[in-house]
């Protein structure tokens, strides 16, 4: 099959989430406390339908298994996983593991390295990135002692920032923020701190706080912010982090715009505008709120309208 994949997006309710996945998406969200869209996924714990085709009706897992010659990877299970993210809360402090120990101590659970792109941020708006502890001792005892204003290191955003967040990074997002998630294909948290929150039972929720002491880098690191933007014709690309894990790219669309062919899969999401895909002689309409992946080989393919896009490689 030599056409886009389109794709259905499974949603999860959270503690934090709200109504804006609906309100600037058009999703059918389930309930008003809908805090993630799995838009683009093979995880067992959501995965996505895909939409047209041959392979209407697939499990995203089952398609990468049953043929591999659309994406052509090394990886034995699909490795990337897109999400969208309405914090209508903030959300819990928390940290994730590397590949090694998430293999290790999470039945080989992939680690989870991630990244943000900030699709709308309410004015005041903060993340957690970071913390100012200088060893595991004094991390501990900050936590202990829950001296969290001095400890989590708080970044203000808006709308069109980027964050890189490797595993080891403590972190969190800030009520007020809606983002688009690149992330290795990982369900594993670590929760340092939830601020005493109860869920809908009455009950605290857990904290791991001993794998979170083991797992946090210390010193924090920060990889200096390094864009590559790329422009011609009818698009400007502009490429936020290249490595191991993933490549994330935002492309703008403003006119038509000719892509070569594809040398490996790409996963696709319309994070607004409206405008087409022309490739292989057919069209396919694109609209914000779609996620699609791109299997190897398509195109070369033609872009057309007003769009933005994020786009994500292995």
Known sequence: MNQPIFLQPVFQERIWGGTKLKELFGYPIPNDHTGECWAI????????????????????????????????????????????????????????????????????????????????????????????????????????NGQWDALL???????????????????????GIVV???????????????YDRQDKDGSKRVLHLAKAIEVTTIPQTYTPASYQTLESEGIVITRFVSNSFFTVEKWEVTGRAQLPANEKYTLFSVIDGTGSLHGQGDEYQLNKGDHLILPVDFGPYELGGKLTVIISRE
């Open 41 to 144: 996924s093979a995880h067992p714990n959501g995965q996505s339908i895909v939409k047209n085709g041959p392979y209407q009706g697939m499990a995203l897992g089952e398609l990468w298994q049953a043929h591999p010659e659309l994406f052509r990877s090394d990886s034995a299970v699909f490795p990337l996983l897109t999400k969208l993210l309405d914090a209508s809360d903030d959300l819990s402090v928390q940290v994730h593991p590397d590949d090694e120990y998430a293999g290790k101590h999470e039945n080989g659970e992939l680690g989870k390295t991630e990244c943000w792109y900030i699709v709308d941020a309410e004015p005041g708006a903060a993340i957690i990135y970071g913390h100012e502890a200088s060893s595991k001792a004094e991390l501990a005892r900050m936590i202990e």
């Open 153 to 175: 290191t708080r970044v203000p955003v808006k709308q069109g920032d980027f964050f890189y967040v490797p595993s080891g990074t403590i972190h969190a997002l800030g009520r």
């Open 180 to 194: 688009l998630e690149t992330q290795q294909s990982s369900d594993t948290t670590y929760r340092v701190y939830d």
